[in-house]
């Protein structure tokens, strides 16, 4: 899945360090009017003002963010089946975002907004401290080579500003397919002050996340999948 982050900024050229790369994809007709059409009944436009969650989902219940949902599967699936929970994904490429969107129509699905947006700028500005009740990130970009892993999402700096996003006891979970990404988000979120780590180290997957295609295909490759669930302190 895609994610977004403005992480440090490169002196030398005076250009943020970005976890995200836009990729000059395809679009299928369908993504594109998801894109268009399905985005002026789903989508948020980015502003920077905090949200009223009641106001813009008209009830006022729980809040889940979700940064970098690919093409929108999980998404989709994981708010099927938690009719009464609100969804605010957050995603970059554009065909992702005509994918949910379609899949939103398709499935009659009320409860997910939709913002086109580097999550960064969305966090700091469109959401309020305290005021999610969880956050996901499922297999965000491993940045595999070494000299890449700056640009990895999972950054101290990122941690601390999630975290204060949480409402007391909200969870942030994370998933990859990357062992040695894995222990570096292991080893971020535990020096994190607000978060506490809800199992020894790794967590089994919880029931609300769906295993996905991609996720079976690499089991079968030998892959190992490792969920992280932190829960905030308070």
């Known amino acids: 899945m895609a994610e977004t982050l403005e992480e440090t900024t490169d002196t030398s050229r005076h250009r943020p360090i970005r976890s995200f790369v836009i990729r000059a994809g395809r679009m299928s007709p369908k993504q594109e009017r998801g894109l268009t059409e399905g985005m002026e009944r789903h989508g948020l436009t980015y502003a920077p003002t905090p949200l009223d969650f009641a106001k813009i989902f008209s009830r006022d219940t729980a809040t889940i963010l979700e940064i970098g949902f690919g093409m929108g599967t999980t998404t989709a699936e994981i708010a099927a089946a938690h009719h009464d929970t609100n969804y605010l994904a957050v995603e970059v490429h554009p065909p992702g975002v005509g994918s949910l969107c379609n899949l939103l129509d398709d499935q009659s699905l009320v409860n997910v907004k939709v913002i086109q947006h580097d999550a960064v700028e969305v966090l700091n500005h469109m959401i309020a401290p305290g005021s999610l009740a969880g956050i996901h990130i499922y297999?965000?970009?491993?940045?595999?080579?070494?000299?890449?892993?700056?640009?990895?999402?999972?950054?101290?700096?990122?941690?601390?500003?999630?975290?204060?996003?949480?409402?007391?006891?909200?969870?942030?979970?994370?998933?990859?397919?990357?062992?040695?990404?894995?222990?570096?988000?292991?080893?971020?979120?535990?020096?994190?002050?607000?978060l506490k780590n809800t199992s020894g180290d790794y967590a089994p997957r919880p029931p609300w996340r769906p295993e996905t295609k991609f996720e079976r295909r690499g089991l079968k490759l030998g892959h190992e999948v490792r969920d992280l669930l932190f829960r905030k302190v308070g």
Not at 148 to 156: D, G, M, S, T, Y
Not at 160 to 176: D, E, I, K, Q, V
């Open 139 to 194: 297999f965000p970009d491993p940045w595999h080579k070494a000299r890449h892993n700056k640009r990895r999402l999972v950054q101290p700096p990122l941690v601390a500003l999630l975290a204060s996003r949480l409402a007391p006891s909200g969870y942030l979970h994370l998933a990859t397919d990357w062992v040695p990404y894995a222990e570096h988000m292991l080893e971020v979120l535990s020096v994190e002050p607000l």
